[in-house]
């Protein structure tokens, strides 16, 4: 066959970057990273938590809900992981649980053509799916540590945060605390991985565009909370009206008529002048 194409402009690494051992760092090093993304997305779990209370809604994308703990989930319980990474995806988890519970409650709000039952069933299907595509990826790709797995789920993660708010038109079960958070929990991740994974370039394309879709979203909850007329860092904010709650039905108005001596008789006067006259009166 002949060549008319010019060479590649890059070449394909050889080894792969996939096949690149992972760096171990000093365990200072490690928890100095790792530390504050454990904490921020605890803390991000904590406050979703609270504000759903407040709301009746659900802090987190619904149905990332359910990516989201099957990634953790099935990294402390399920398939073979690191030590130290597993007992943190356990707790995560265990905070992870209890937006599960509030999602199985309020998530079908997000998508009002669905019953709650059909939702439900959407939620349970969608943990199936992401466990089945975790423990196949992971086990594949021999990523013991999750990362790709992890990293590649946060993306539409974040990118769900920006969706949620726009659709909800609203910040309802939303706060700064939740987005910063968060962020800062992805930030700490990624520099955790760019320590130990050095010659793994795709983390440096997805990363990247976790902080920036997290950013985005940060600067729009802080303009639709200042727009609804509060502070965006108040913790305790007034509750956000649900329009799924049923509004108390008003008072059925009152008929019309005359309801004093003074209305009945200027009522008749006007009744009078409108009525046809008699022969003696036009006679008059």
């Known amino acids: 066959m002949i060549e008319f194409l010019p060479d590649a402009l890059i070449p394909m690494s050889d080894p792969a970057p996939i096949t690149i051992p992972e760096v171990h760092r000093e365990r200072w090093l490690y928890w100095m990273c790792m530390g504050p993304a454990a904490v921020g ?45 597993r007992h943190t995806n356990f707790y995560w988890a265990l905070f992870n649980s209890l937006i599960i519970y509030q999602t199985l409650k309020w998530g079908w709000k997000d998508f009002p053509k669905l019953t709650k039952r059909q939702f439900r069933a959407a939620f349970v299907g969608m943990f199936v799916w992401a466990s089945l595509m975790v423990v196949v990826g992971t086990n594949e ?23 949620m708010l726009h659709n909800r ?18 930030l700490f991740a990624g520099i955790t ?51 799924y709650e049923a ?26 002048a409108d009525r046809p006259a008699t022969g003696a009166e036009a006679a008059r």
């Open 141 to 163: 790709l021999g990523d013991i540590p999750g990362v790709y797995t992890g990293t590649v789920i946060n993306i539409p993660l974040s990118a769900a945060f920006i969706y």
């Open 193 to 243: 991985v760019y320590i130990e994974f050095p010659g793994h370039y795709l983390f440096f394309v997805l990363f990247p565009t976790i902080h920036v879709l997290d950013i985005i979203y940060i600067r729009m909850l802080h303009r639709r909370i200042r727009a609804e007329g509060h502070s965006p860092w108040a913790f305790n904010r007034p509750p956000v009206p649900d329009p």
């Open 41 to 85: 997305w605890l803390a991000a779990y904590a406050f979703a938590i609270h504000r759903g209370l407040k709301d009746k809604r659900v802090g987190i994308p619904p149905l990332l809900v359910a990516v989201n703990f099957a990634w953790e989930f099935n990294l402390s319980i399920v398939l073979d992981q690191d030590t130290t990474q």
């Open 169 to 186: 038109g609203s910040s309802a079960g939303q706060s700064m605390h939740i987005a910063v958070a968060k962020a800062i929990g992805s």
């Open 247 to 272: 509004a108390p039905a008003s008072a059925p108005a009152a008929p019309a008529g005359p309801d004093t001596p003074a209305d009945r008789a200027a009522t008749g006067a006007e009744a009078a």
